[in-house]
Each structure stands twice: as C-alpha cells, then as structure tokens.
C-alpha cells in the first residue's frame, strides 16, 4: 500500500541519553523520520541499537533517568517536553502499544472484556453497556470467534495469538492515529505470527491507521513493511522503500543483517549460519566517527575519523539513504 496524505507522526533530531551510575550511555542519536497514514515503517537492527527506546520516546514513557531532547509530532502537536497530563491524554487515544509478550501486559485477574471497556470509558466516556457493546465489535475485528462470549474470558484462557489479537483490539479501541508495535510476534509460532501480521496489515489498510513495527526479524518487514530504518548504536544507518532496500542495501550493517538471515541452501563455512563479528557497542558518548566501524569489513580511516551523514543514492532525499564512506553499492560498481 501506499501512503498518502501529510505525515501523522514527525520525528526530528531525537536523542535519547540516560543517566547510570557508570555516567552517561547515549542510546538514540540524531533520530528522524516520517510516518503517513495507512504506512508501515519498520524500524529494524540487533538488541541494543535503541530501537524499543525509540519507541518508547514516541508517548513519553521512558523512565526519570531519561534525558529526551528533540522533536515528536503528532500532527501539530508536539510531544517532546508536553505535560503528562498532556500526554496521558495521547496514549491509548492517539498513539497506541502493542507489546511483545501479551501475558505480562494483560492483567490476569480481570476479564479480556472489562480491560478493553476500562479504555473507552476513560478515553471515551462511553457508558459501561456502549463500552462492552464497542468491545465486542474490537474482537470481531481482529478475528476472535464468538466475540460475544469471549469477552466474559480471562487471559489465561486464551492462546497466545489470541490473546496478541487482544492486545491489538485494546490498543485500537479509542482509533489511534499511530500504532506502535514492538516485537509483537516475537513469542508466537510461524503460523501464527503470519495471521498477526496479515492482521496487522489489514488494520493500517482499512482504518487508515500509522503503524510503527518495531523488530528484529527482517523475514516480518518483508511480509508487511512499506519503509525499513535501520538503526544501529542509537544512530539510523540506512533507511528507505522496503524492496529498494533488500534488493540493494547500502549500509554494510544491513547487508549483515540481510546475510544472517536463514534461507534454505545458505549456510557459512563450517556449517554456521553468517553472522556479523563483534558486538553493540554501548556509548556514553556518539563518536565523531562510523560507529560500525570496528565491526565493518569496508572501514578504514576515513570511517574512524569522522561520522558519515545519511546521504540520498539518488537525487530524491525522501527515497533510499545511507550513511557510509563506502557504500556496498558503490564497491559493487567499482569491482565489475
């Protein structure tokens, strides 16, 4: 699909810094992008490279230690520094969540029913019997059978899928303009995570709905991903159309992330998968340089001596970006 329409969600310049006993850690650096209704940008890159703070950032729910300077906008709104009252108001209503693991944000000792209608009352002042009634239409919009019934369930007498389609019914009960996942199929099985995602995808198609796909797994942001980010150590690294990046990755830490990716007939020597040596690193300050670097086959001094902007591969800045001294593109050119 594709998005139309001026962006939802503007973010520019994020940087996320947090206070530790050990100092300062810089966990996002010079963050930017857009999303547009209906579009599914997937923010993607290893454990650690400030993806879910990120996320987070978004609807301010970072912890005190949390030092958030830039810009979040919510079409005219801006969210960076806005009053909590102000942004209580915005989560659930405006921008909403849908974590990893269901069970851990679903409390178990209350009805799948009486947690989603808490929602609409308190957001939309519906009355208990139009907020049941409303509940109902939301689990029969994200495909749980015999919804009537099961909004009198427990948690716990849900599956997994289902109960990740719960969450999903609760975080578009008040029509968010943005849905944040993360890693919302991490701990479902192949088949079902495929139903989640088609899900997920036909939710931003039919209701217009911004969605932010936090993930790891890039087989997940090739089945549903309109735009890919790539971020790595707090920093985006390449970023643009989602088949314009697989086809022709710019960034070696995509090419990595792409490499490592199982596929039938591709293994490394030895019978290992490919992996990308090293670590993220963590940084109590970003570097005047390629952060990549010490892990890059590619880098040499220029990378360790000065930090890459994120440069367009064509003359279109909107489109495909890279910040590296030495695109894989180009040293593809050169070698042919």
């Given at each position: 699909?594709?998005?139309?329409?001026?962006?939802?969600?503007?973010?520019?310049?994020?940087?996320?810094?947090?206070?530790?006993?050990?100092?300062?850690?810089?966990?996002?650096?010079?963050?930017?992008?857009?999303?547009?209704?209906?579009?599914?940008?997937?923010?993607?890159?290893?454990?650690?490279?400030?993806?879910?703070?990120?996320?987070?950032?978004?609807?301010?729910?970072?912890?005190?230690?949390?030092?958030?300077?830039?810009?979040?906008?919510?079409?005219?709104?801006?969210?960076?520094?806005a009053p909590e009252?102000?942004?209580?108001?915005?989560?659930?209503?405006?921008?909403?969540?849908?974590?990893?693991?269901?069970?851990?944000?679903?409390?178990?000792?209350?009805?799948?029913?009486?947690?989603?209608?808490?929602?609409?009352?308190?957001?939309?002042?519906?009355?208990?019997?139009?907020?049941?009634?409303?509940?109902?239409?939301?689990?029969?919009?994200?495909?749980?059978p015999s919804p009537?019934?099961?909004?009198?369930?427990?948690?716990?007498?849900?599956?997994?899928?289902?109960?990740?389609?719960?969450?999903?019914?609760?975080?578009?009960?008040?029509?968010?303009?943005?849905?944040?996942?993360?890693?919302?199929?991490?701990?479902?099985?192949?088949?079902?995570?495929?139903?989640?995602?088609?899900?997920?995808?036909?939710?931003?198609?039919?209701?217009?709905?911004?969605?932010?796909?936090?993930?790891?797994?890039?087989?997940?942001?090739?089945?549903?991903?309109?735009?890919?980010?790539?971020?790595?150590?707090?920093?985006?690294?390449?970023?643009?159309?989602?088949?314009?990046?697989?086809?022709?990755?710019?960034?070696?830490?995509?090419?990595?992330?792409?490499?490592?990716?199982?596929?039938?007939?591709?293994?490394?020597?030895?019978?290992?998968?490919?992996?990308?040596?090293?670590?993220?690193?963590?940084?109590?300050e970003q570097p005047?340089?390629?952060?990549?670097?010490?892990?890059?086959?590619?880098?040499?001094?220029?990378?360790?001596?000065?930090?890459?902007?994120?440069?367009?591969?064509?003359?279109?800045?909107?489109?495909?970006?890279?910040?590296?001294?030495?695109?894989?593109?180009?040293?593809?050119?050169?070698?042919?």
């Open positions: 699909m594709t998005a139309q329409g001026e962006p939802v969600l503007t973010v520019r310049d994020l940087r996320v810094t947090f206070r530790t006993d050990d100092g300062p850690v810089s966990a996002v650096d010079s963050v930017s992008f857009d999303v547009r209704p209906g579009e599914v940008l997937a923010v993607v890159g290893e454990s650690g490279c400030g993806k879910s703070v990120t996320a987070m950032s978004i609807a301010g729910l970072l912890p005190p230690s949390a030092t958030v300077t830039g810009s979040v906008r919510l079409r005219d709104q801006e969210l960076v520094g009252p102000t942004l209580r108001r915005v989560r659930g209503a405006e921008v909403a969540y849908v974590f990893q693991e269901p069970m851990t944000s679903l409390n178990p000792v209350f009805t799948v029913g009486s947690q989603i209608t808490e929602t609409l009352r308190i957001h939309q002042k519906l009355s208990r019997k139009q907020a049941l009634a409303r509940a109902v239409e939301l689990l029969a919009l994200v495909g749980i009537a019934s099961r909004v009198g369930a427990y948690p716990h007498q849900f599956s997994g899928g289902m109960r990740q389609r719960v969450m999903i019914a609760m975080a578009l009960a008040c029509d968010p303009a943005v849905l944040v996942a993360d890693e919302p199929t991490t701990a479902l099985d192949v088949t079902v995570q495929a139903a989640v995602l088609d899900l997920l995808r036909d939710l931003g198609t039919r209701l217009g709905t911004a969605i932010v796909l936090i993930t790891h797994d890039l087989g997940v942001v090739a089945d549903i991903a309109d735009r890919v980010l790539v971020m790595y150590a707090g920093r985006v690294v390449e970023t643009g159309p989602t088949q314009e990046l697989f086809d022709a990755p710019r960034h070696h830490y995509t090419l990595g992330l792409l490499g490592a990716v199982p596929t039938a007939g591709r293994r490394a020597a030895g019978g290992r998968l490919q992996e990308i040596p090293g670590l993220v690193p963590v940084l109590h005047d340089a390629c952060t990549f670097a010490e892990r890059c086959p590619a880098a040499d001094e220029q990378c360790r001596a000065g930090a890459p902007a994120l440069e367009p591969r064509d003359t279109d800045p909107t489109t495909h970006r890279a910040a590296c001294w030495h695109p894989a593109d180009a040293l593809l050119t050169k070698g042919r």
